[in-house]
């Protein structure tokens, strides 16, 4: 007896997966589209067929009169990279590649700025990083200049123009000279994004620190008592600008005080 077994076998399509292939004289692709936007493909010969599109995250799937074009309306594809075209009408199956390229208008900043909270006076203390993308979230690699600007109370707006590269643009900056909160701004074309940046008081110089900025509260400020070889030491957080303390009154003691790196006055008790 003569046993005849059949077999389905199934076929995923992907742009990745196949080989690159010449593109067909029946299936005319454009070499690239910009994402979202409109365009058609060419079809030669009589009879039905069907079109299937196939790129990152999307298939497109449609039933097609052979020698029309075929419309892809505006929005269906949207997501870049590397797109196949299949056309399979009866026993014949033409294939196409094309490349969806990000649009170059940007929609969106994606804006890391950081440290979001540093002491004044630091040379290129502040650092700012941008990624540019299209209205589909695509990261736009075409280089794309980027401007920065960080804004400082009572001083000069410090400026930088970027050209981004591969979708990313970088700069760095100097804290200014007063404390608060500084405006760091990054804008491409037509849209920006905006951080803070609080600027706070570096190394104490006395209870102000060596830009004259008041020295916050919670910086420790140390009481030191030396008397006949024996030596007291109290440690205080600043409050409201001003930091005490209480020591025992040996007769002959010195007493210095000392915040940070900086010194200041020493004073003798004597009981008299």
Known sequence: MNVTRSFLIGVA????SLPALAQSRKLDVPKSVVAGSAFSIETEGGGQGVLYVVGPSQ???RDVQLGQPVAIAAGDLDNAG???AVLNSGSSTETGEFDVVPANQPATLSFLAKPSRLPVGLQNGITGAVYVFDAFQNLITAPTPVSFQLSIPSESVQSRTVESHLGAAWTEMNSGAK???ARFVARAGDVSATR???QVPGDPCGLRDCSGNAVTDGTIVTFTESWNGGQTTVDVPLKHGVAQAE???YNGARISVATGVVMGNEIRWTNQ
């Open 59 to 61: 298939v497109l799937k």
């Open 13 to 16: 399509i992907s742009a990745s």
């Open 196 to 198: 803070v940046i609080e």
């Open 82 to 84: 590397h797109y196949l």
């Open 179 to 181: 404390d608060g909160n």
């Open 247 to 249: 020591v025992p009154a």
